[in-house]
């Protein structure tokens, strides 16, 4: 039996995270990820992700940005929301707040090898992939985790940070609330006839809202959410009567769509765990909660879940506490399950009140939008959350970074 003071189930970006972060403060850590790394792996995933600014100042924290940053994120500066049926309209400029971009459009391949090898440049971080965890014995002060290859480790706080499927929290016994949106999103890169002018553009059809994130190197990548029903239909159109129909629905803002990859999609689901916590185990990232991706918030949740549990355990430490005990723990579910509620009932409120053709509902929106286009502290607000800086922000996502004058 390996013993450890804390194993993460997942090694994905939000379980690497909390593992680099736990790592950093001299915590012995087991990350156990199903996935082996391979880097000449062909990438599945066509979707590119947002990346707020508070996720950046954690990837920052972590010492991962420098890697991350090396790849040519697209910084956006501009973001763009207009409605199909009505004709209200939104736009954040960053320069309005003073900083350099609202946040960067980036392949989540890219964030994962920079925390792996985060990972494996700290000694007292130990990985073990591919590997699956089977089953987790209770042992009083003590968790066990068995493994697919019947290895057992020790630890006295166990973190669920295996996705949306979460395998661990099934073996953990917390239940979720879920419900289908009947929508699914499809997900495809697009080269445009007219520059997207580092701009996040955001278009509210009836069906389900359609984006197009601006990438270095001029392309976008888009995420066009569609009713259910519709989505094999739009797969399996051929290329140019899909850059037609996406034209369109564009309201061709960047002119022809001149060429376009592989189209893929994705089933879209709302789940939120019952509980974050019980006695020496919590749940982070998808495990916990699934959110609708039309303003590009899972991850930058699940990091500040990452961040926010590694601080409370932390503290537990220096004041002496159990890291793994129920009481520090509530602490975390507290801090992360309200934020979280809210955002996914603001994406639910927003996808209901657009994905709808009510002329009456269109006149409310259109001045909805309006309102908040004209009123500079409420779109300032607007604009914080979407940077991820609203709200109650763990330490590693409140350290501002100031540029250095350059030379
Ligand atoms: C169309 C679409 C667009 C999106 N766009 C954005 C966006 O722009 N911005 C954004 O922030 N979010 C976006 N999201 C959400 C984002 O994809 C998720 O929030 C994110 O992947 C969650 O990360 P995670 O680390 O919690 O889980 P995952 O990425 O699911 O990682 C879980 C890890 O656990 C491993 N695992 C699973 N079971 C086990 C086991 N038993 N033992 C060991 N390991 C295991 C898996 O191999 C995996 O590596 C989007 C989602 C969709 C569907």
Known sequence: MEQFEVIIIGGGIVGSAAACALGDAGMRVAVVEARAARSDAPERDSRRYAITRASE??????????????????????????????????????????????????EPRIITAALRTGLQTRSTVSVFSPASCTALNSAGTHIEVILDDERALAASLVVAADGARSPVRTLLGIDTRSRDYDQSSLVALVRTDEPHRNTAWQ??????????????????????TLPAADINGMLSLAEDDFHAALGTAFDHRLGAIVESGPRTAWPLRRQHAGHYVIERAALVGDAAHTIHPLAGQGVNLGLLDAAALSEVVLDSIHQGRDPGSLRTLRRYERWRRGDNLLMMSAMDGINRLFSNASPLLGQ???????????????????????MGLGGDLPALARVRQVPLPSA
């Not at 278009?203 to 066009?224: D, E, H, Y």
């Not at 409310?364 to 979407?386: C, E, I, K, P, W």
């Open 57 to 106: 100042r954690i990837f920052r924290a972590l010492e991962v940005w420098d890697a991350i940053a090396a790849e040519d994120p697209c910084a956006f500066t501009d973001m763009e929301v207009w409605d199909a049926v009505g004709n209200g309209r939104l736009h954040f400029d960053c320069a309005e707040l003073g900083e350099p971009c609202l946040g960067y459009i980036l």
């Open 364 to 386: 409310v929106r259109s001045r909805g939008l309006d309102a908040v286009n004209h009123a500079g502290t409420l779109r300032q607000l607007f604009m914080r959350h979407a």
């Open 203 to 224: 278009r509210f059809l009836p069906g389900g809202p359609l984006a197009f994130l601006p990438m270095a190197n001029g392309w976008c990548s888009i995420v066009w």
